[in-house]
Nanobody, 118 residues
Framework: QLQAYGGGLVQAGGSLRLSCVAS????????MGWYRQSPGKQRELVAD???????RYVASVKGRFTISSDNAKNTTYLEMNGLKPEDTAVYYC??????????????WGQGTEVTVSS
């Protein structure tokens, strides 16, 4: 299970920090990431990070967003700075995990809404 926290309303130029905690029968987390979906648009990858710390970002957030993770806590964070109205969306956490049964699973958290006012 994934539980996401941290959405809200912020003015343009402001900052928010999203958190996502994975729980359950987890042997290891392979990758955790954040996706977002705004009305009328497809869900897109915002950023993800592997257990080894390799991160990638969609071009529109590079230099403004930072993804990090705490492997011991099965938690990933998305620090969002310089927010723009176009960042407004529902943000979803996703994790690729290896379960205690040694099978791979992809899990989604509930969305957390981010609204950036101009």
């Amino acid at each position: 299970q994934l539980q996401a926290y941290g959405g809200g309303l912020v003015q343009a130029g402001g900052s928010l920090r999203l958190s996502c905690v994975a729980s359950g029968s987890i042997l290891s987390i392979v990758v955790m990431g954040w996706y977002r979906q705004s009305p009328g648009k497809q869900r897109e990858l915002v950023a993800d990070i592997t257990s080894g710390g390799s991160a990638r970002y969609v071009a529109s957030v590079k230099g403004r967003f930072t993804i990090s993770s705490d492997n011991a806590k099965n938690t990933t964070y998305l620090e969002m700075n310089g927010l723009k109205p176009e960042d407004t969306a529902v943000y979803y956490c996703n994790a690729g995990v290896k379960g205690t049964d040694y099978r791979m699973y992809s899990s989604w958290g509930q969305g957390t809404e981010v609204t950036v006012s101009s």
